[in-house]
């Protein structure tokens, strides 16, 4: 069964101060990695990652992926109150019937206080 | 461009009535996907379109629950005979290639 585990659970930090998000997966024919934010119901696609070790950014977000230790990190730096949500992560299958079905973590809550 | 509309937004019903849940994709997206948010925890898939057919339709968690697809347009989700561990958020995406896009949901409570 295609797993996805997210750490921490929750995270309480002050603004501008930066975090790490992490993301382990054990997906069945893994095709891609997916980083959401949900701030109130609907989440809010953020970043796809498909190849190992390519960074991508944007604004103060960044993401990577390594695909032999089975893990993505999302780093958000200089923090604002404004990113306070739950950031999801999930694996994408790229097999057969099941093609681009997410498997999403538990996701972490982010508080940021001013 | 519009994107993924969700109706009702929020359902309050009573035990044992049947209910039924509405997805409006992004034009020209072929994928459709149905997750459940429970309170707190991450999103659980129920199922998945490609077109008007169902290639994975295992996260239906029983056989109270259904869902159809009319062409590369609009899904319904139907629970029959509701229970209160029905109550959740349910959540529909759309999808043209892998990155889904999600509606804002429904609140379904099941008193």
């Known amino acids: 069964e295609d797993k996805v585990v997210q750490s921490p659970l929750s995270l309480v930090v002050h603004e501008g101060d930066t975090v790490t998000l992490n993301c382990s997966y054990e997906v069945t024919n893994f095709r891609s990695l997916l980083w959401y934010k949900q701030e109130k119901k609907a989440p809010t696609f953020l970043f796809m990652l498909t190849s190992s070790g390519i960074e991508k950014k944007s604004g103060r977000l960044s993401s990577i992926l390594d695909k032999k230790e089975l893990f993505s990190i999302l780093n958000i730096t200089a923090t604002q109150t404004g990113d306070s949500a739950v950031y999801l992560c999930?694996?994408?299958?790229?097999?057969?019937?099941?093609?681009?079905?997410?498997?999403f973590g538990q996701g972490t809550i982010l508080t940021v206080h001013p | 461009g519009a994107g993924v509309s969700q109706s009702p937004s929020n359902k309050v019903t009573e035990k044992g009535k049947d209910v039924e849940l509405r997805c409006d994709p992004i034009s020209g997206h072929t994928a459709l996907y149905w997750y459940r948010q429970r309170l707190g925890q991450g999103l659980e898939f129920l199922i998945y379109?490609?077109?008007?057919?169902?290639?994975?339709k295992s996260g239906l968690p029983s056989d109270r629950f259904s869902a159809e697809r009319t062409g590369e347009s609009v899904s319904t989700l139907t629970i029959q005979r509701t229970q209160q561990e029905d109550s959740a958020v349910y959540l529909c995406?759309?999808?043209?290639?892998?990155?889904?896009?999600f509606g804002p949901g429904t609140r379904l409570t099941v008193t």
């Open positions: 379109f490609q077109g008007n057919s169902a290639p994975d």
């Open positions: 999930a694996g994408a299958n790229a097999g057969g019937t099941s093609y681009g079905k997410l498997t």
């Open positions: 995406a759309s999808s043209f290639a892998i990155e889904q896009y």
